[in-house]
């Protein structure tokens, strides 16, 4: 059809955001929806997927169609512009906002999950993306629609799923013995290192972008409960994703020196966080920083001569370096250095070093109340005349007006 190309791009974009899409026949969507609704995990529950073929009943073209079932899951479908009429699009399931442990039980109840089952209900919600009616991706669907039925305006219709009330007895033998006890951990599991491994991927990468993709999971149930104590918990589980994204960034090109200090840093934290409330905005910040850390350190690629180049750099820019310095320090001509460095990183050693050390003092003139001639003398140069022309020549300001500048902006920034 004339829009194949538009829907592979809009589904694409679906998966980033770990949003299921499907395009399917009318009357085979609970097939369609059975590998990522809850009944691979639970078996037959009492909304079971005939009853979703069911309950889509009679469909119109040019309209779109939101379900929301028992358990909140919510689903947009329409049909497709087809000569037979019985395509359509189906999305879900996501939620519109995530339920607290308290409504997670309630939801457990009017379903028929035992109190034994319900963690591996909490732990399936934690996998299933959280989306704001507002969200971008619901723009790109309406600008998708417009295109395929050629009309800026549609009919949306809101169906309701049936309300019911569970017959099933809730105990602790509901849904299975030990096999169906190992079924659910091994499904569970899968998916929390699914996600896991996903993280990674994008931290390795340096991925910035991808944070609140990566980040809409950390609801207050993404967390395996290990421990009674709460705040114990999301105490343990902050250390392992610091030692996941540690090792993922490791495996992004970071030497062990950049990430000892990184990991070193949110050890303290994590010990410090005053209540596991706190854990979501700590796991933002770790996986920002360790980001930062790939994009601004990685040597992935880079010949083993250069990477030693940038590691005694990046040590000490205080110390006396330069082109023959290294090289010394190396093992090796200044002219093969200075040729495996501008062909590794596309600058020469000096372009490098006063690059390095601009950035520093940035960094010092933003953070400390240091003179400017101190930072000076840590950023390696003993002329402060000669560091001020530096820094002007790459930040086009003066140290001084540098720090007053940004001086003023955190001020209004308050």
Wanted: glycine share 6%; aromatic share 10%.
């Amino acid at each position: 059809m004339f829009y194949d190309g538009k829907l592979e791009f809009l589904r694409d974009v679906f998966k980033k955001c770990r949003v299921h899409t499907a395009v399917i026949a009318k009357g085979e969507i609970g097939e369609a929806v059975k590998d990522f609704r809850l009944e691979p995990i639970f078996g037959e529950l009492p909304l079971g997927e005939h009853d979703l073929d069911r309950i889509l009943g009679e469909m119109s073209a040019r309209t779109v169609y939101r379900f929301t079932d028992s358990f909140g899951f919510c689903y947009i479908y329409f049909l497709l512009p087809s000569l037979d009429k019985t395509t359509l699009l189906l999305v879900g399931p996501y939620l519109n906002t995530a339920p607290s442990h308290e409504q997670l039980l309630e939801i457990g109840e009017k379903n028929g999950i035992s109190p034994k089952q319900q963690k591996y209900l909490t732990e399936y919600f934690s996998s299933v993306p959280v989306l704001s009616n507002e969200n971008y991706l619901f723009a790109m669907l309406d600008t998708f629609c417009e295109l395929i039925w050629r009309s800026p305006s549609f009919d949306i219709v809101d169906v309701n799923s049936p309300t019911h009330t569970s017959k099933l007895s809730i105990s602790e033998n509901v849904y299975g013995g030990e096999k169906g006890d190992v079924l659910v951990d091994m499904k569970t599991m899968e998916t929390r290192y699914a996600f896991e491994n996903q993280m990674m991927r994008a931290v390795s990468l340096g991925q910035l972008h991808m944070e609140k993709q990566m980040l809409s999971a950390f609801s207050a149930q993404a967390f395996e409960k290990r421990v009674s104590d709460p705040s114990r918990n999301a105490k343990n589980y902050c250390i392992i994703m610091n030692t996941l994204l540690r090792k993922a960034a490791e495996k992004g090109g970071v030497h062990p020196l950049y990430l000892d200090k990184l990991s070193s840093e949110f050890a303290t934290k994590i010990e410090n966080m005053p209540s596991h409330y706190e854990n979501q905005s700590l796991m933002r910040e770790m996986f920002r920083s360790y980001c930062h850390l790939v994009r601004e350190h990685s040597t992935r690629g880079f010949p083993p001569i250069v990477q030693k180049a940038i590691l005694l750099i990046d040590a000490d820019l205080s110390a006396d370096i330069s082109l023959h310095s290294i090289a010394e320090a190396l093992g090796v001509s200044a002219g093969y250095l200075s040729t495996a460095f501008k062909k590794a990183t596309g600058n020469t050693i000096s372009e490098y070093i006063r690059e390095k050390r601009i950035k520093y003092a940035a960094y010092l003139l933003n953070t400390t109340h240091l003179q400017v001639q101190t930072i000076a003398l840590h950023c390696g140069v003993l002329d402060v005349q000669y560091f001020s022309k530096m820094f002007k020549e790459y930040m086009k300001q003066t140290p001084t007006q540098y720090r007053l500048s940004h001086r003023v902006e955190a001020e209004q920034e308050r």
